[in-house]
């Protein structure tokens, strides 16, 4: 379930890897920044950046 914090949603990872609609694997590859609450080892991904990484990003010709 999303935390929501001062107006901010956060997702865990595996609810974040759905949500992009890729693996957990590549999500970590990303590099996008990870949040953690208190002292749990939860990591939370920002819901704003996963929205940025679902944008449509133009591909070159010879990268497609």
């Given amino acids: ?5 001062e107006g901010k949603v956060y997702l865990n990872t595996n609810e974040s890897a ?10 970590n ?7 953690q609450l208190g ?5 939370y991904y920002l819901r704003d950046d996963l929205d940025q990484l679902r944008k449509l990003h133009p591909v070159k010709p010879d990268e497609a």
């Fill in 29 to 35: 590859k990303k590099g996008l920044r990870k949040y």
């Fill in 1 to 5: 379930m999303p935390l929501e914090i």
């Fill in 18 to 27: 759905k949500y992009v609609g890729i693996s957990r694997q590549t999500l």
């Fill in 39 to 43: 002292i749990a080892r939860d990591v």
